[in-house]
């Protein structure tokens, strides 16, 4: 006898869990797939010193804050991953795991999702498996003439593995300067951006982000003139280790380099750094393979979507990878109302079926 769910949802970090929170709440029948073994999504994957943008309480899930971390401001990635495991437990979520969801088809009335652990139906379906499981790296990357060592931003754990090396941190963004200023005074650091580092005001964080980028999806929503959202303020959330490495003279970053030599990097200009590691903060891609066989993809491999809703596949929500997915809805605090709007286009559509 098939089991036919209300829904499936996919991934069990905080996308997954605030939108299966607003299901919970309105009475639906579902069921979550978590790849991992271990709840926590992709924070339990994160190097040593990351920290949230925003104070515990500011950096929650739907309907319970998350509690002060003791001698924090800002909570570290393990506080954020007991968090989340308590979070299914005071919710009683059902999550199962480790479940790696292969493909999903269209059968007509119902939607079916395979996995090497069995199979799920749906009558809707919800995709939160995020952007961490599928790191981008440039091509430059690829190049077999530097003979030492490359990383992403996903491999990196803490400075005393690199301590005395040269290593050289590409990326604009807060992975690479989070990651440069934790590298500062343990290595001999290359800090290499596309365009000249542009720090956030040292006031901003995650409470003011999720603000601007909300306010700048009203703007579009209404046809009035985009504001630029969050670029237009700057790349890099000064929290403390940033600040204070910035502060100090250690966070100087240098132009791009053309190319990599066997022993580094080198300039259009000829100059040159020796090299025994490069660490590519170079940012990440949908991870969305799962959903290959319903060919909604278009271009950058994203699917369109009005809100979270899939435009050519009205079942399906897409939730946490970035802001054409809801504003803000790739981080703690932004990720409760576009879950919460999914949830209830949910609810509308099962009782239209």
Known sequence: MIRVHDVVVIGGGQ??????????RLGLDFVVLDAQPTPGGAWQRAWDSLRAFSPAA???????????????TYPDASHVVSYLGDYEQRYDLPVIRPVHVEAVHDEGRVLRV????????ARALVSATGTWWRPFLPALAASAEFGGEHLHTVDYRRPSDFAGKRVVVVGGGNSGAQIAADLACEADLTWVTRRPARFLPDD??????FD??????????????????????????AVPPVREARDAGLLKAQPMFGRLTRT???????TTAEADAIIWCTGFRPALSHLAPLGLRRTRGRIPTAGTQALREPRLHLLGYG????????????????AREAARAIGELLDLA
């Not at 996308?15 to 919970?24: N, S």
């Not at 500011?58 to 001698?71: C, F, I, K, N, T």
């Not at 601007?212 to 959330?237: K, N, P, Q």
């Open 58 to 72: 500011y950096s929650s899930l739907p309907g319970w804050l998350m509690p002060a971390q003791v001698g924090e």
């Open 264 to 270: 580094g990097v080198e300039w259009a200009d000829g």
């Open 15 to 24: 996308a997954g869990l605030a939108t299966a929170y607003h299901l919970r």
């Open 212 to 237: 601007v980028a909300t306010a700048r999806r009203r703007a579009l929503d209404e046809g009035r003139t985009d504001s630029g959202g969050v670029a237009s303020l700057g790349d890099i959330v």
């Open 204 to 209: 901003i964080d995650g409470r003011a982000l």
């Open 114 to 121: 395979e996995s090497a652990s069995g199979t799920w139906w």
């Open 323 to 338: 802001d054409w997915t809801g504003p803000a809805s790739a981080t703690l605090i932004g990720v409760g109302r576009p």
